[in-house]
């Protein structure tokens, strides 16, 4: 089975945080030339954060929606000791080693509900997908959607899949519907739910799930906390989301009841 082709770069310049961010991404340049917004496994959710951000943005691409490229990205220790900062001193001494990188759309401007225009299908599509995924943060009062060369653009799905913060209970998760839906920016818009659904069901097939799942970096994986092993943990993701695709129709009678 052929694997998504996922490029690995590394950092060559610390450029700017961003600090509107809790988990303080910041706007890095690599060695292939171009910018990127990293993503810091050392930050507050750690690893668990690139994983829902990686799975997040792939399963969206698979479905037609726009994603920027996201890139594995190798961060030296020699940027630690040069950063003046204490608090981004500490985050990327605690971030050496692989992290994720998603590519930086210069001139975007933040989605506004109000005054962009994005149509009853795709709003649909993003519903169903964050519905899916168990997408907490894609609200009224953060976004994550870029508007960028007139396109409406996916990113920050890292607070997805928040069962995996706690594995112990994660399959008591698997029969639960996501009632959170209400206070999707979105969902006002999403007038083709039932289409967005078989849409998902269509193109999300368990090859494209298994080749998603199978290119999570395995370091991302390994813990020493966690009773799971790092083949369990993808077994655990692939589960999740074949389960939830499943029970599609029940997502979307939640999110038309919400609407």
Known sequence: ????????????????????????????????????VLKF????QGKMALIAEFIGGELARAIGL??????????DESFSKTEPDEEIQDLLKFSVGLNLGLHFLSSAITYDPLVTQVDAVTASKIVMLDSLISNIDRTDKNTNLLYWNKELWIIDNGASFYFHHNWETWKDHLSRTFPLIKNHVLLKKAEKLAEAADIIKELLTKDTILDIISAIPEEWLESDTEKLSASEMRSAYIEFITTKISKLDLLVKEAEDAR
């Open 1 to 36: 089975m052929k694997e998504i082709d996922i490029r690995t770069v590394d950092v060559v310049q610390y450029l700017q945080p961003l600090r509107e961010g809790g988990s303080l991404p910041a706007i890095v340049k690599a060695d292939d030339g171009f910018l990127y």
């Open 41 to 44: 496994r050392g930050a507050g």
């Open 66 to 75: 726009k994603v920027p490229e996201l890139v594995f990205m190798n961060l």
